[in-house]
T-cell receptor, first 114, second 114 residues
Framework: DTAVSQTPKYLVTQMGNDKSIKCEQN?????MYWYKQDSKKFLKIMFS???????INETVPNRFSPKSPDKAHLNLHINSLELGDSAVYFC?????????????FGQGTRLTVV | AQSVAQPEDQVNVAEGNPLTVKCTYS??????LFWYVQYPNRGLQFLLK??????LVKGSYGFEAEFNKSQTSFHLKKPSALVSDSALYFC????????????FGAGTRLAVHP
């Protein structure tokens, strides 16, 4: 069983479209994240949810909207896609919000906007 | 500002030789330090972490890292490199006051040659 699974793995879409990426975890973790990895492999946090509550919302365009229907899911919806949104998006989870627990990552969703 | 630096874009080492991947950090308060590895087209995998206690921490796949408070460093090491260790390595830090978010370094590509 994959602990943190993302769908789809690859997504190619045209500029202006709206798309969603889904994340599901079966670890029972309280905290979930979305990270963006750009073409230079730099990783930056976008959002963090703890028990379905938004905790971190970095400087991300409001075209990006996370949604957590329950503790096991954190989806990322992107409106009006732009070329610069092309990246790999990673979902991650952590057991609790404390300082000393490590994060578990999904395999990533490679988004290509054409 | 809180930050993590990985000064080398790439590290090349011959199989069987020891390897070091460097990481320095700048945070206020006590740092919580992590190393992750990313294989091609995969998500990040946790290797090891320093929370408190012994400065030398051991992790997965024979890796270890040494926390040096005076030099604000957390270098990743392995006594004998394998070709299969070739991957992208990320150092990350968590600090109090930052909603426990994980800040990543830019990554270092490790290439182990037969």
């Amino acid at each position: 069983d994959t602990a943190v699974s993302q769908t789809p793995k690859y997504l190619v879409t045209q500029m202006g479209n709206d798309k969603s990426i889904k994340c599901e975890q079966n670890l029972g973790h309280d905290t979930m994240y979305w990270y963006k990895q750009d073409s230079k492999k730099f990783l930056k946090i976008m959002f963090s949810y703890n028990n379905k509550e938004l905790i971190i919302n970095e400087t991300v365009p409001n075209r990006f909207s996370p949604k957590s229907p329950d503790k096991a899911h954190l989806n990322l919806h992107i409106n009006s896609l732009e070329l610069g949104d092309s990246a790999v998006y990673f979902c991650a989870t952590r057991a609790r919000q404390g300082m000393n627990t490590e994060a578990f990552f999904g395999q990533g969703t490679r988004l290509t906007v054409v | 500002a809180q930050s993590v630096a990985q000064p080398e874009d790439q590290v090349n080492v011959a199989e069987g030789n020891p390897l070091t991947v460097k990481c320095t950090y700048s945070v206020s308060g006590n740092p919580y330090l992590f190393w992750y590895v990313q294989y091609p087209n995969r998500g990040l995998q946790f290797l090891l972490k320093y929370i408190t206690g012994d400065n030398l921490v051991k992790g997965s796949y024979g890796f270890e890292a040494e926390f040096n408070k005076s030099q604000t460093s957390f270098h990743l090491k392995k006594p004998s490199a394998l070709v299969s260790d070739s991957a992208l390595y990320f150092c990350a830090v968590r600090f109090s006051g930052g909603y426990n978010k994980l800040i990543f370094g830019a990554g270092t590509r490790l290439a182990v040659h037969p």
